[in-house]
C-alpha cells in the first residue's frame, strides 16, 4: 500500500486496466491490499472477468466503463470510485493507444488527434481528477472526510518517447514525450501537498499492443536489440508501478523509471 494510507485500505483505478500491463498491475495490487477499479473503453468482458478473479481471490474490485478523452466519462468514472471504493490513493494512467505502422508523412489528422486525445488529454484529466481528491491542501475540502491525504500517480510512458520510434509510430513517441514532462511537471507542482507523481517506460514488452499497431511479432523481431536479449512482461513493468506507489518509493517523485532492459 501507500504511505499516505496506513489506516483504510487504499484505492486505486487504473486506466485501460482490462488487459496487458493494467491488467498484470491490477492483479499485483490487489494482492498487496489495494481495492481496484479496472477501467476500460470497450472490452466489458475483460475487464469484468478480471474484477471477479480479483474477487474470487478475496480482494475488491470494480470494472469502469470510461473513454479517458471525453471529459464527461471522466467526471463519471471518478465519480463511481467514490461511491463504491470511496477516497481515491493511487491512479495508474496506463490507457493508451498506438496506431498502424506508417511514417509521419501519411498520418492524418484523426489519427494525430486520437494519439493525443487518449494518450495525453486523457492522462491530463484523470490526474486533475485524482489531485483534486488527493491534495492535502484541497481534498477534504472539496470532497469531503476521507479525502486530502496524499497519494501517489504513476504514469505509463515508453521507451519510444527516447527513441522517437522512426517509420512506425513518431506520433505514439511524441504523445509519450509529452507524458515524461507532464510527469515532472505536475510532480513538481503537487509534491507539497502529499502526492508523488512517477512514470513508469516500459521497453519492448509482450502485450497484445504491438498487433493493435499491426506488428503482432515486433517484439520477437526486435529482441536481439535489448541488451538483455529478450522482451520484457507486463508482470514485470507491474513490479516497478507498484514500487513506485509504495511507501519503498517515498522519496521518488519526478522520476520516470526505464523498465526496457537496457535499451
Not at 471477479?52 to 471529459?71: C, H, L, M
Not at 492522462?123 to 483534486?132: D, G, P, T
Not at 507532464?182 to 503537487?190: D, H, I, M, P
Request: aromatic share 4%; proline share 2%.
Amino acid at each position: 500500500m501507500t504511505e499516505q494510507a496506513t489506516a483504510r485500505q487504499a484505492v486505486l483505478l487504473i486506466t485501460g486496466g482490462g488487459r496487458g500491463i493494467g491488467a498484470a498491475t491490477a492483479r499485483l495490487a490487489a494482492q498487496r491490499g489495494y481495492a481496484v477499479a479496472v477501467n476500460y473503453t470497450h472490452n466489458a468482458v475483460t475487464a469484468e472477468q478480471l474484477a471477479t478473479e480479483i474477487t474470487a481471490s478475496g480482494g475488491k474490485a470494480i470494472a469502469v466503463q470510461a473513454d479517458v478523452a471525453d471529459e464527461a466519462q471522466v467526471l463519471c468514472l471518478f465519480a463511481t470510485v467514490d461511491a463504491q471504493l470511496g477516497p481515491l490513493t493511487a491512479l495508474v494512467n496506463n490507457a493508451g493507444v498506438v496506431d498502424m505502422a506508417c511514417r509521419v508523412d501519411a498520418m492524418s489528422v484523426a489519427r494525430l488527434r486520437r494519439m493525443f486525445d487518449v494518450n495525453v488529454v486523457g492522462s491530463f484529466l484523470c490526474a486533475r481528477e485524482a489531485v483534486k481528491r488527493m491534495s492535502k491542501a484541497t481534498g477534504a475540502i472539496n470532497f469531503g472526510v476521507g479525502y486530502g491525504q496524499g497519494g501517489g500517480i504513476v504514469n505509463l510512458s515508453s521507451a519510444a518517447a527516447r527513441l522517437g520510434s522512426p517509420g512506425q509510430y513518431v506520433d505514439y513517441a511524441a504523445a509519450k514525450g509529452a507524458i515524461d514532462s507532464f510527469t515532472v511537471g505536475l510532480a513538481k507542482e503537487v509534491a507539497a501537498e502529499g502526492i508523488r507523481v512517477n512514470a513508469v517506460r516500459p521497453g519492448l514488452i509482450e502485450t497484445d499492443i504491438h498487433a493493435s499497431g499491426g506488428l503482432p511479432h515486433r517484439v520477437a523481431e526486435l529482441a536481439a536489440m535489448v541488451p538483455l536479449q529478450r522482451g520484457g512482461s507486463a508482470e514485470e513493468v507491474a513490479q516497478a508501478i507498484l514500487w513506485l506507489l509504495s511507501a519503498d518509493a517515498s522519496y521518488t517523485t519526478a522520476t520516470v523509471l526505464d523498465v526496457t532492459g537496457g535499451r
